[in-house]
Structure formats: structure tokens, C-alpha cells
């Protein structure tokens, strides 16, 4: 089941990237969608073919690929028919190009009206997708905005010339009958984007394609990326989403569906891993725990949260809600399901045995991996290394009471 945010989504109209096999429908009551762009050479089918699938495989619904070229258009006629996901055309200057990949079958173009602006060029693509069914993205992006809209608005990029450049487009659309179209409008400054997106929602009814564009690489890119697309979708703006990182394109559909998983806005097909931070008390390196952990579920498909906790006095409990967990203590490690003990491994096994549980949990549910497990002795063995670290350490593991005492010693 989709939890969805708190705020409800703007209504947009629909529009349909239609694959034969895959349709993808942006805007509407369509889920929130993911999009990546390969970064190969479009030329090359097979390098770009096997991009697009690690793509689709690590969350991506939409794949763009660059059409600057004859040869990437030749490209794409061979590309398009064997994608999983549909195919957006990223065409720049030359409207010829996209004349091409129309040509080449693709489901979508993404024009830059910053650099495609001779009006009968923008009609006649326009036309041509009208009569193919082929929708358009309008790409604003503030580092390419048209000239003149530059100069009429001081000389800055501001939200409402970004906002004029696409309504701009839309007219030119509008004069042959076209609409079918999603628009973005993004800046590298964050607080702009979210700006020019909020101006141009009150605006306009059409599906709207998030993101920072130039993050960066990562984590400075994740982060940027990150305030700007969940700030808006939080607001219910936005219908389909984009990472623009400096960074295998994987990372960035890996990043798009994690943020859409964790705002309740995609349906969980991975492990929600969750870790504690570490503190005084722990009796493992959990950093290192979690990261062994992390890679070895990678992009597996199960849809469970797995906790990796330092230690057994506070962890099982803190990760209660968890479907399964490990919380390290006194050289082992403390398997518990829903909070309930279930198992004790040697500390070395913690992250084998964890993946090995939340595979069989997968696989036949919860209630069969309870059944396998002696929840008595688990329990029993817990709290005997939960009574002994809390002995040791007492309640005070991280030594506050004894820096507090030093300090009224002191004044
Ligand atoms: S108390 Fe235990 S579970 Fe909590 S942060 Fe410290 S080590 Fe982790």
C-alpha cells in the first residue's frame, strides 16, 4: 500500500509516454515518477541499452537520451524498440533533431526553449508530435533561459521569467493545437527552482518534472537535489522527478526512488535499511556493520525495513517496528522479528545472518520465520547480555553523569 504525504497533490492533467509494452502515464492520479538520463554515447546501442536497464533496474520509470546527432538518432531507432522503460529524445538547437527522433520512434522529446526559438521550428516539431501522439516535455533550465526574457527581468534568472519562458513555448504549442505536454523549470540554485515551480503551479494545470538542475556530485549533489524535489513534493507539487547528479546515472534512479519510497509516494520494492548512529554504549562498529549490510541487500527486491542496532540494551526496543533487526552484544549478534527475539550469532555472522532471515521472511512471511525460531532461549540469551552490558555500563554509557560531576566541580 502507497502511504501518501500529508499534503494532497496538485491536479494535473495527464499525460502518456506510450511504450507498447510499458505505458507511462505523468500528471493526473498517476503515481509519482522516476527519471534518469543515460550518459553514453546514443550511438552506441548496446552500451546505452545496457545503461537504460541498470537504470530501470535501480528504480528508473523514464529513461532520456541525448539526441545531438544523426548518429544518435540512428541510435534510437534501434534503442526505442528494445527499452524497457519509454524513451524521452533531450534534443538542444537543433529542431531537426527532433524531427529525427520522432523519426526513430521515441515516446517523448524534451525541448529547451532557451535554444530552439525560431517560432515556425517549435511549430513544426509541435505538429509533428500532435500528429504522432507524442507528448513534449518544455525543459526551462536557468542557465540556458532565452535572452531577451533574461534582460526584460534585470538582467537575473527569476521564477517568473523561467515561468514566461515555458508559457512562452506553450503559446507557440498552442497556435497548431498542441498541448500534450509536462514542463520543467530548473535552476541549480535550490530556493529559486522551488520558486519557479510554485509560481508556475499556480499557474498552469500541466504535469510538472522536478529538479535541481547541476546538483553536483554527490553527497553535496544528493543533498541539493534532495531539498529542492521533496520540499515541492511535500507541498503536492510535482509528478515526476529527476536527480541531476555528477555520478553514475544509476546513483541518481537509486536516489529518485529512495526519496519517493521514503515520502510514502512509491510502493517499497527494497530494503528500507535503518542503522542507530553509534554512541558510548555500542559493541560493534556500526558503521561498518550497516555499510556490509547495505551493500549486501543492494538493489535486491525485499520489501523489508532492516535494523542494524550497536547494542542490545536500547536496540531491539528502539527498532521495534522494524520487520527484522540486529542488535549486537557481548561478541554476538541479537536477531529480532517485530521486536521479538528470535535467534543469537556469532558477532562475525550479524550481516549473513540478518540477509539469510529477511530472505526467508520474503520468501514465506513472518509467521514462518517465528516458527523456525526458539523465541525463548533467543530472549533469554538477550537479556543476559543486555543485564550484563547495563552492569558494565551502566545507564550512563556515554559518561554524561561523570562530565556533569567535573563540570560543578569546576564552577
Ligand atoms: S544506545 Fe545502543 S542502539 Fe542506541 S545509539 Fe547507542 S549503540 Fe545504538
Redesign the pocket.
Known amino acids: 500500500m502507497i502511504v501518501t504525504t500529508s499534503q494532497a497533490r496538485r491536479p494535473t492533467r495527464q499525460i502518456v509516454l506510450r511504450h507498447p509494452t510499458n505505458p507511462v502515464a505523468v500528471g493526473g492520479d498517476a503515481p509519482v515518477t522516476v527519471q534518469s538520463m543515460t550518459i553514453t554515447k546514443t550511438a552506441d546501442v548496446d552500451g546505452t541499452l545496457a545503461q537504460i536497464y541498470a537504470l530501470h533496474a535501480a528504480g528508473a520509470d523514464i529513461v532520456r537520451c541525448t539526441c545531438n546527432e544523426r548518429e544518435a538518432a540512428e541510435g534510437l531507432a534501434e534503442i526505442v524498440p528494445r527499452s524497457p522503460v519509454p524513451i524521452v529524445a533531450d534534443v538542444h538547437n537543433d529542431h531537426r533533431m527532433a524531427l529525427a527522433a520522432l523519426d526513430a520512434g521515441v515516446h517523448c522529446l524534451r525541448l529547451n526553449p532557451g535554444n530552439i526559438r525560431r517560432p515556425a521550428h517549435i511549430k513544426a516539431v509541435a505538429q509533428e508530435c500532435g500528429d504522432r501522439g507524442i507528448p513534449v516535455r518544455i525543459g526551462v533550465n536557468g542557465g540556458s533561459l532565452d535572452k531577451d526574457l533574461y534582460e526584460r527581468h534585470g538582467g537575473r534568472v527569476t521564477p517568473e521569467a523561467m515561468v514566461e519562458s515555458a508559457e512562452r513555448e506553450l503559446a507557440y504549442f498552442a497556435e497548431v493545437g498542441f498541448d500534450d505536454v509536462k514542463i520543467s523549470v530548473k535552476a541549480s540554485s535550490v530556493p529559486l527552482m522551488i520558486d519557479a515551480y510554485r509560481l508556475l503551479s499556480e499557474r498552469s494545470d500541466h504535469p510538472l518534472h522536478l529538479g535541481v538542475t547541476e546538483a553536483g556530485p554527490p553527497p553535496a549533489g544528493l543533498i541539493k537535489a534532495t531539498a529542492g524535489i521533496a520540499t515541492l513534493l511535500a507541498e503536492g507539487i510535482g509528478d515526476t522527478i529527476r536527480y541531476s547528479l555528477t555520478a553514475d546515472p544509476v546513483e541518481e534512479a537509486r536516489a529518485g526512488r529512495q526519496l519517493l519510497e521514503a515520502m510514502g509516494l512509491r510502493e517499497r520494492k527494497n530494503v528500507d535499511l535503518i542503522a542507530?548512529?553509534?554512541?558510548g554504549?555500542?559493541e560493534v562498529d556500526?558503521i561498518d556493520v550497516a555499510r556490509r549490510a547495505n551493500e549486501a541487500f543492494g538493489d535486491r527486491e525485499i520489501p523489508l525495513q532492516v535494523a542494524v542496532?550497536?547494542?542490545v540494551?536500547?536496540?531491539p526496543g528502539?527498532a521495534r517496528d522494524a520487520d527484522i533487526g540486529i542488535?549486537a552484544g557481548n561478541k554476538r549478534g541479537h536477531l529480532f522479528v517485530k521486536g521479538r527475539n528470535v535467534a543469537v550469532v556469532p558477532e562475525a555472522e550479524m550481516v549473513e545472518a540478518l540477509v539469510e532471515w529477511a530472505e526467508l521472511i520474503a520468501e514465506q512471511g513472518t509467521d514462518a520465520a517465528m516458527a523456525r525460531a526458539d523465541t525463548t532461549i533467543a530472549a533469554r540469551e538477550a537479556e543476559r547480555d543486555r543485564v550484563r552490558l547495563l552492569a558494565q555500563q551502566g545507564d550512563d554509557?556515554n559518561a554524561a553523569g561523570q562530565r556533569v560531576d567535573l563540570i560543578r566541580k569546576r564552577v
Do not use: Q
Request: proline share 6%.
Open positions: 542507530c548512529p553509534s554512541c554504549r555500542a556500526v542496532m550497536g547494542c540494551v536500547n536496540g528502539e542488535a554509557a
